[in-house]
């Protein structure tokens, strides 16, 4: 129920509010809050905050209704009113100025998983840049990085398919250690980039600052303000970050064949690495670049939450909002499944290599498990909390139904494990907590690196043994330290390996309900955190 009493009490706009009509016909009505925050309001909605703003004083609901270019009914102005209080647009008599602009250092998040450190008011260092990098847009030098991008896939390419290349060959403790240092550090020139971009286009970030993204560290720019630009500077904006993190990866990829061994392979992966992080920044489906560049082109700024409140809709049997296509439905569903796919993926790879480590394995784990309990949780009793009561049930039984549906759909899986060459000809793999290998199975021996190299060969799995193999055969690091004992695959390859060389290899196993691939994971972890 609206409260009466501040219906009754006469408004006016609230402190550090600004109205922002739209400079182009493509382009719709704004206002940023004081928190620096955007709202997209209706056209509407804007010319009653311009009368606010242009009359002095403040106004009852009758006077605002009568001073609007096109006059409102009393009804139409109380509402109005109701939504931009509860929007904090507002403020009553003795509220003036009570609202202040955020401190200069900030704790924010967006979500369970992604712990932000903002330093506010940044629009001054943008300023400064911005006479330099609007002469770098209106010159040719704005297509250097895109062409540098482009050619740097050919430099991927052949990277890939060079078989005595540095992706397949593991590397020194300390190089290892400065390519993630280097990618961490990418990442605030990935973010920068969006500011800059951002500046170019005539408006400039409010906020940057570091933050704990999905337990990683990471960098990020504010670039909300792109929604007061035409659609394809939006999509510049988005595409700016993955444009400056390739083009650092080709240069890198372009320097290795001239460096030094260590160096060239450092090179090498970081430049690899910075083309991966860039596949994933720009799928669609997930809250990234992708996604941003997306929904700027089609402004539309609530399309995520938007197509997934469809799918609970649907699956609730609620009406839903006006009734959303199948287009925005489909889309709701990858928006839904997406994540849930890569983390499963993440997961798997994770626990491949770490339950290769035991304690570090079972720690890390079970805080990995915790987090997506705790994530799937909030995210279901969120669904939950959004659905009309009487369609609850309904919504969770399809849920189930779709869940069970997903786990019985037949999925094939790899398994790869380090190994090292013996002098009778024979290779020991070591074997971790997931290794469902029995004898007689035929696997593909690699060189070991951050990829898979070409196959060095086959062999057949003969049975098993208590071995120690050294760590740069489960690792892509190079050490002379060795694992603790425990069991490993005893593997008579067709061809013959150099005694005491490593490498990998790899089994494939045929399709299985997804269902009967967790289970088996899940108790596998299991067995080896009772056993330990």
């Not at 796919?341 to 480590?357: D, E, K, P, V």
Request: with cysteine; glycine share 8%; proline share 7%.
């Amino acid at each position: 129920m609206p409260d009466t009493n501040l219906l009754d009490s006469p408004v006016d706009l609230a402190a550090n509010v600004e109205i922002i009509p739209p400079q182009d016909q493509d382009l719709t009505w704004v206002v940023r809050r004081p928190d620096h925050r955007l709202l997209s309001v209706s056209p509407d909605i804007g010319r009653l905050l311009l009368t606010l703003r242009d009359t002095p004083g403040f106004l009852t609901i009758p006077d605002l209704a009568s001073l609007t270019p096109d006059p409102w009914s009393h009804e139409e102005a109380e509402a109005a009113v109701q939504a931009m209080r509860s929007h904090g647009l507002l403020s009553l008599p003795g509220e003036v100025g009570s609202v202040a602009h955020p401190s200069r250092v900030s704790l924010d998040h967006d979500g369970p998983f992604i712990l932000k450190l903002c330093l506010n008011g940044t629009e001054r260092f943008f300023h400064s840049l911005e006479p330099w990098v609007r002469r770098v847009r209106d010159s040719r030098l704005r297509w250097l990085p895109p062409t540098l991008s482009l050619g740097g896939i050919l430099l991927l390419a052949r990277a890939v398919s060079s078989p005595e290349g540095g992706l397949y060959q593991p590397l020194g403790v300390s190089t290892f250690l400065g390519v993630i240092v280097a990618l961490i550090l990418t990442t605030a020139v990935h973010e920068l980039s969006h500011g800059l971009a951002l500046t170019a286009c005539g408006q400039v970030p409010h906020r940057v600052g570091v933050m704990v993204f999905y337990l990683a560290p990471a960098a990020f720019c504010d670039v909300t303000d792109a929604w007061l630009l035409r659609r394809h500077q939006r999509v510049v904006v988005a595409a700016a970050g993955v444009t400056a993190q390739t083009c650092l990866g080709a240069i890198a990829l372009g320097a290795a064949p001239a460096a030094s061994a260590d160096l060239a392979g450092a090179l090498t992966w970081y430049g690899a690495m910075t083309y991966l992080g860039a596949v994933v920044n720009i799928i669609p489906f997930l809250k990234l670049d992708g996604y941003v560049a997306l929904v700027g082109w089609l402004d539309q700024p609530n399309l995520r939450r938007r197509s997934m409140q469809a799918v609970r809709d649907t699956l609730a049997g609620t009406p839903g909002h006006g009734g959303e296509s199948w287009r925005v439905i489909l889309f709701g569903l990858g928006c839904t499944l997406t994540p849930v796919l890569i983390i499963w993926l993440g997961m798997s790879s994770l626990l491949s290599a770490l339950s290769q480590f035991e304690t570090l394995s079972m720690v890390a784990l079970v805080g990995i498990l915790f987090s997506v309990v705790v994530a799937a949780s909030s995210l279901s009793a969120r669904a939950l909390r959004s659905t009309p009561a009487g369609h609850r049930i309904r919504l969770g039984v399809a849920a189930a139904l779709l869940s069970t549906l997903a786990m019985l759909l037949p999925v094939s899986t790899s398994s790869s494990h380090g190994f090292i060459a013996q002098q009778d000809g024979s290779v020991l793999a070591y074997a971790d907590v997931t290794t469902t290998v029995h004898p007689g199975t035929t696997v593909s021996l690699h060189r070991a690196g951050l990829l898979a190299g070409p196959p060095l060969g086959s062999g057949t799995v003969v049975g098993t043994q208590r071995c120690r193999v050294p760590v740069n055969a489960v690792s892509p690091v190079r050490s002379d330290a060795a694992m603790p004992e425990g069991d490993c695959l005893r593997v008579i390859p067709t061809t013959p390996q150099d005694p005491d060389s490593t490498g990998r290899i790899t089994t494939d196993s045929p399709p299985r309900p997804l269902g009967l691939v967790v289970w088996r994971q899940m108790a596998s972890v299991l067995r080896s955190f009772t056993s330990s």
